[in-house]
Nanobody, 123 residues
Framework: QVQLVESGGGLVQAGGSLRLSCAAS????????MGWFRQAPGKEREFVAA????????YYANSVKGRFTISRDNAKTTVYLQMNNLKPEDTAVYFC????????????????WGQGTQVTVSS
């Protein structure tokens, strides 16, 4: 069992930066792949980034590649999403998730989800 709580969202201007955090509690955190998804009102939830349980592989949606960086600190049982050069199109509720199967970009492959944190980027 894993519990996830996101934080770090807020309102920023285009070109600004935010760092999202996802604090996890429960057993065997280091055994899970961790992913970030986002969803805007009326839109489908979309994959943003993921990091493998071992931390040796990361994955990004094309829309955020080069701007976002996912990382994890297993000692702190926390996963981060550093978001730079934010654009209005990045506005969404961001969710972190823990999963155990591949591929990491599929929502159904994640077993646990946080409540989400709002990110709003103004132009």
């Amino acid at each position: 069992q894993v519990q996830l709580v996101e934080s770090g969202g807020g309102l920023v201007q285009a070109g600004g930066s935010l760092r999202l955090s996802c604090a996890a509690s429960g057993r065997t955190f280091s055994s899970y792949n961790m992913g970030w998804f986002r969803q805007a009102p009326g839109k489908e939830r979309e994959f943003v980034a993921a990091i493998r349980w071992s931390g040796d592989s990361t994955y990004y949606a094309n829309s955020v590649k080069g701007r976002f960086t996912i990382s994890r600190d297993n000692a702190k049982t926390t996963v981060y999403l550093q978001m730079n050069n934010l654009k209005p199109e990045d506005t969404a509720v961001y969710f972190c998730a823990a999963g155990s199967v591949f591929p990491v970009g599929l929502e159904r492959h994640y077993d646990y989800w946080g409540q989400g944190t709002q990110v709003t980027v103004s132009s």
